[in-house]
């Protein structure tokens, strides 16, 4: 259960309760949007920020250009989702259609990291490594290099029309709008082969889904990014509202200590002289100012809250400066906020981390991880399905055999040709024709199979045999063994069976 803490604010006013808060600030729900300048912030969580934003900014833009070196007809582009041909290359590890479990396990795993870390550390994911965080801080840090800083962005937002406030409008937009075509632009390089379709879209010659694609992205970029910022977090992303479910007491969010720096005054020195009791926040609103969403921590733990600690290197910069320890807006948990409150001295240590509910989120984590590398390391070359006639089941030939029609369907995941000899076992009399081939019915057959490709090919089993054709069906085997060996051979067995006229 999370033990919501700290909502009551200054004016007895609950911040959860979103009635009593419209009530309170006489607001609307569908209130105009107030636009929010955020100053530039500087301290550990900052340079953190930067960090990230540079690492997956430049794994976002990276990635597609990397090679690896992959034999036969297979493209060498390290990370490709080839969905003409229905591959997913990463590296060494190429999943085909059917093995689309990796795909579905590998999302499991990104949920159950998700969980973990939400639980470990609040919204760590939104506050730090969010796409939408991730290009809101560069188009933010785009913005204050051409327009300033926070006032000087207000201050121009203020000012009327003008040759400097147009340069300066036109210059930000320009340098967005080449950002949002880079990300749309790069997206694609993921579907294709990268420096080739480099070359067609700057040809004019690449498809027009390729285009369009580029557009989409190019347009919720710039618009996501560069306006409507926080708005997405808050009003169009369902985490918000799914992230209380992953938090309890433990989680560390980032937290204003209110029993530390309540009562908040401006002029302390004064207030102190007189004998007020005076809390550590002196009111300056640095923690407000930097803000990406517009909020006051102060007022509480909120929704809007992306736990990116801003605000924590903001008010860390005003103690220094007051010389009060750092640390009035800190990553705390409700537990140790509430012992603080009670007047205990009590600080976070690792052994919080471990509890229940991570424990399990790591060990599923770890589960499904693992059971993924293991089935991949030993995964088969070789996939083989086999698929009996329906219509008819069986037929009656003019020398009183019966005869069952199959579609073999082999997979070579291998980029070299390889061959196969299929036989069959558990049915006594049985032989073989492949439909196509000029060859009397014999007991194996030899399929040849072209590298990374599927082949399929119609089998007649028949028999004469009285035990088999006086049962309605009788299970039998198709084996498949590879013959040219490059390595490790390969077999697969597949069960199937033989339907007969019965007595
Ligand atoms: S209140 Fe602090 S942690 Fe929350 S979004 Fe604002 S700056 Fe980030
Ligand atoms: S930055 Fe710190 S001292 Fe300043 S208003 Fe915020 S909490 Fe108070």
Redesign the pocket.
């Known amino acids: 259960m999370v033990q919501i803490i700290n909502t009551v604010d200054a004016n007895g006013v609950d911040r959860h309760d979103a009635e009593a808060v419209n009530k309170a600030e006489n607001r609307s729900l569908y209130a105009s949007r107030v636009k929010i300048h955020p100053k530039a912030a500087a301290g550990t969580f900052r340079r953190l920020k930067w960090a990230l934003v540079f690492v997956l900014l430049g794994i976002y833009y990276i990635a597609p250009w990397l090679r690896w070196d992959r034999p036969g007809t297979a493209p060498d582009q390290a990370i490709l989702i080839d969905l003409a041909n229905r591959r997913f290359y990463f590296f060494f590890i190429e999943i085909w259609p059917q093995e689309f479990y990796y795909v579905a396990g590998l999302l499991i795993m990104a949920g159950v990291g998700l969980f973990l870390v939400t639980s470990l550390f609040g919204r760590a994911w939104c ?1 730090y490594a969010c796409p939408q965080t991730v290009w809101t801080d560069l188009y933010i840090w785009v913005e204050s290099k051409i327009e300033g800083d926070r006032n000087a962005r207000i201050k121009l937002d203020k000012s009327p029309p003008s040759l400097s406030k147009f340069t300066k409008r036109a210059t930000k937009m320009a340098i967005w709008l080449a950002i949002a075509i880079a990300t749309g632009g790069f997206w694609v390089f993921y579907f294709a082969d990268a420096p080739t379709l480099f070359m067609e879209l700057v040809t004019g010659e690449a498809a027009s889904v390729a285009y369009f694609t580029i557009a989409i992205l190019t347009a919720t970029t710039f618009t996501f990014a560069g306006f409507m910022r926080e708005q997405v977090c808050t009003y169009m992303c369902p985490w918000p509202r799914i992230q209380g479910a992953m938090l309890d007491e433990e989680s560390l969010i ?1 937290t204003y200590n209110a029993w530390r720096g309540e009562p908040r005054m401006a002029g302390r020195k004064k207030a102190e002289a007189q004998g007020l009791k005076v809390g550590d926040c002196v009111d300056c609103n640095a ?1 407000v100012a ?4 517009g ?1 006051d ?1 102060r007022d509480g733990n909120q929704l809007e ?7 924590i290197d903001a008010c860390d910069a005003v103690m220094e400066k007051v010389g009060k320890p750092k640390g009035l807006i800190n990553y705390t948990t409700s537990t140790l906020y509430a012992a603080n409150v009670a007047g205990k001295n009590e600080h976070w240590d690792w052994k919080h981390l471990l509890r229940p509910r991570t424990a399990i989120y790591s060990v599923m984590w770890a589960a499904v991880g693992v059971g993924m590398l293991v089935t991949l390391v030993n995964r088969s070359q070789l996939d083989v399905n086999i698929v009996p006639d329906r219509n008819p089941i069986f037929v009656t030939l003019s020398d009183g055999s019966i005869r069952n029609g199959y579609t073999v369907k082999i997979l070579n995941k291998k980029q070299e040709q390889r061959n196969f000899r299929l036989s069959i076992e558990d049915l006594p009399g049985a032989t073989m024709e492949m439909v196509g081939e000029q060859s009397s019915p014999r007991s194996t057959i030899e399929i040849a199979v072209d590298p990374d490709k599927l082949r399929a090919v119609k089998i007649y089993v028949a028999t004469q045999d009285q035990k088999v054709i006086t049962e309605d069906k009788t299970d039998f085997t198709f084996k498949i063994e590879e013959l040219n060996l490059s390595g490790a051979a390969e077999t697969a067995v597949e069960q199937t069976v033989f339907h007969a006229p019965g007595e």
């Open positions: 506050g980032v923690c930097v803000c990406p969403m909020i921590i809250c992306i736990n990116c600690a801003l605000c």
